[in-house]
């Protein structure tokens, strides 16, 4: 074990604090990594502030948006090298035997993923749990840390960890790509990565939102259109337009309106995670055989397709740079909308 310094939360109404923990040195499969920079997620606030169903393990030190460089490798570390540009997402681990776990998809494993904060660590023993990116180092297994494209910015780079993926895999799997017309529900964190990474697969891109003000910002970032949703014309004019609308709302929403903009077995993908439940006219489903969905993140190796992809499109996301002492200040902002897009922590000059 060594000591390990972070940013924690000692309760839900707690600010942050540095903290000093043990992690664990390296196993045998294992990769020490110096983390340099790690994104501000919505998830890390839920969890900091105990706003979702499980409850928050503290002290709470969260982040899994992160970026840095190998510091050590264990023995038989095959995919690594100290010195290598790497990152760590949402997950640490999972079970690796049931059947979503070999099909690659180790965030639907049945036993259930490790979340890379706030977890049971099974490498340490069911009294220990995981320390997420507001940290200096991480020590993880190497088939749970990814690659970095030699040509994107590490610090833009850390929101693809969660962000990128998050909206990248339902892209793919609902085939979003030329022909297609894909609309993206609220132009943040999720949103702004949601429409670069459709336009660059060649979809047709519509931003959904409920300010005009952001129409210009959304048109840079790739978006053809811009409906604004409190115009009931706007919204009336692009009823059954759509094949693909993938909503990144955190907060309890009105699905039906957005559900009536997709066309025959259009699908609405739900990616942000409101703690309240959402509703909608069944109606509005079944006279279009229209399907409403959820998407969580991504297995490890689609995750690395999609910075390999990011890395080919040169595709980043929008950053504003802050030091750990600013987490709480960040927070509030975060929760008025008040960023363009993501917030991310510079743990290299911590």
């Known amino acids: 074990m060594f000591t390990c310094q972070g940013f924690a939360v000692d309760s839900a109404t707690d600010k942050f604090k540095p903290y000093s923990f043990e992690r664990r040195d390296p196993l ?20 900091a502030r105990n706003e979702w169903v499980g409850g928050t393990l503290y002290p709470c030190i969260p982040g899994h948006e992160i970026v840095g460089k190998v510091v050590r490798t264990g023995a038989k570390v095959s995919k690594f090298r100290v010195g290598d540009r790497v990152g760590v997402g949402c997950m640490v681990n999972s079970c690796r035997e049931c059947e979503n776990c070999r099909r ?17 660590d099974p490498e340490t023993g069911p009294k220990r749990y995981t320390f997420g990116g507001y940290s200096k180092r991480i020590v ?3 088939d749970f840390v990814l690659h970095i494209p030699e ?32 609309g993206v529900v609220g132009l943040g964190g999720l949103g702004h990565m949601a429409v670069k990474l459709a336009a660059a697969m060649g979809a047709d891109v519509s931003m959904i939102t409920t300010s005009l003000n952001k129409k210009p910002d ?9 409906i604004i949703s409190k115009d009931a014309a706007e919204m009336q004019k ?9 909503d990144t709302v955190a907060a309890k929403h009105d699905l039906d309106s957005y559900l009536q903009l997709l066309r025959l077995d ?6 942000g ?56 200040e960040a927070y509030e902002r975060m929760l008025k909308s008040d960023v363009k897009y993501r917030f991310v922590m510079d743990m290299a000059g911590a």
Not at 154 to 164: H, R
Not at 218 to 226: E, R
């Open 238 to 246: 692009a009823a059954g337009t759509l094949d693909l609308i993938i």
């Open 151 to 182: 040509n994107l910015d590490m610090a833009a780079a850390a929101p693809l960890l969660c962000a990128g993926i998050t909206t990248y895999s339902p892209l793919r799997h609902w085939g979003a790509g030329p022909g297609k017309k894909v």
């Open 140 to 142: 993880v297994n190497e």
């Open 218 to 226: 959304a048109q840079k970032l790739g978006a053809k259109h811009v």
């Open 28 to 47: 045998p499969h294992d990769v020490d990594i110096e983390i340099l920079y790690c994104g501000i997620c919505h998830s890390d606030l839920h969890t």
């Open 266 to 271: 259009g699908t609405l993908v739900q990616v």
């Open 273 to 328: 995670a409101p703690s309240d439940p959402l509703a909608f006219h069944v109606f509005t489903l079944i006279m279009r055989r229209r399907s409403v969905a959820g998407s969580v993140i991504g297995g490890i190796a689609e995750t690395q397709e999609m910075l390999d992809f990011c890395g080919r499109h040169n595709i980043t996301a929008n950053i504003e740079m802050i030091k750990p002492d600013g987490i709480d």
């Open 104 to 120: 690659g998809l180790e965030n639907y494993c049945l036993k259930g993923m490790t979340g890379t904060y706030n977890d049971p």
